[in-house]
């Protein structure tokens, strides 16, 4: 009976989407573009300075690549995980789309601790962010990119424990497409990163 009444209300939500969460999906447009300026302004920095090594070591000489690829696949089958909740959103499927919720949250935490794990090590290595402007801007570009990873896990969970609560509201889902362009453009930044940091480092 409760399920059926919650099937009732996505239907009726969803046919009115378009007009009760435009406002608030705009808003989250102009965040994430703000976001873009942040990231775009992290890149520049480190494009002037990964040549600064200051006699310490380069990309090349402490990337560990393929836990960066290892890294990189986990965010990218995290977004593909995503996908899937909302095909279980037009089924009106709750248990599922929570599923597959808690895959995303997994695969992202992975890929957390990977990173984590990534900066710890070069700091037991002594290649801390004070050795060299290229360490510096190094490390602060994925440190931003990591902590928007943590902001999104966190998200997550609160938005498990609102569908546990509430089942898939108006509200929800709206907050729901916004996590979800936030999860995508964390792919997409971190995509540039792999490309510009890793690959054009360990190519030289």
Same mark, same amino acid.
């Given at each position: ?5 919650? $099937?009732?209300?996505?239907?009726? $939500?969803?046919?009115? =989407?378009? &007009? ?14 703000? $976001?873009? &300026?942040?990231?775009?302004? @992290? ?17 090349? $000489? ?7 690829? =290892?890294?990189?696949?986990?965010? =990218?089958? !995290? ?26 949250? =997994?695969?992202? !935490? ?17 290649? !801390?962010?004070?050795? !060299? ?34 089942? &898939? ?9 916004? @996590? ?19 690959? &054009?480092?360990?190519?030289?």
């Amino acid at each position: 009976m409760t399920s059926n009444l919650v $099937d009732k209300t996505t239907n009726i $939500d969803t046919f009115s =989407l378009e &007009i009760s969460w435009s406002n608030k999906l705009f808003g989250f447009w102009l965040y994430l573009m703000s $976001d873009c &300026i942040v990231f775009a302004t @992290l890149f520049s920095v480190y494009m002037v300075m990964k040549d600064n090594v200051a006699n310490g070591p380069s990309g090349p $000489d402490i990337f560990n690549f393929p836990v960066v690829i =290892l890294e990189s696949l986990l965010l =990218l089958f !995290s977004s593909f995980s995503y996908s899937f909740i909302f095909l279980e959103i037009k089924q009106c499927n709750k248990i599922k789309f929570i599923f597959w919720l808690i895959i995303t949250f =997994l695969l992202g !935490s992975i890929f957390l601790i990977l990173e984590i794990f990534e900066l710890y090590s070069f700091i037991q290595k002594g290649y !801390s962010p004070s050795c !060299s402007g290229f360490l510096s801007a190094f490390f602060t570009l994925l440190s931003v990119h990591g902590i928007h990873v943590f902001s999104a896990l966190i998200w997550i969970l609160v938005m498990i424990k609102q569908i546990r609560r509430f089942g &898939i509201t108006r509200e929800v889902y709206t907050k729901f497409c916004c @996590l979800s362009l936030f999860w995508h453009f964390l792919d997409i930044i971190w995509i540039f990163v792999f490309s510009e940091v890793y690959l &054009i480092g360990v190519i030289g």
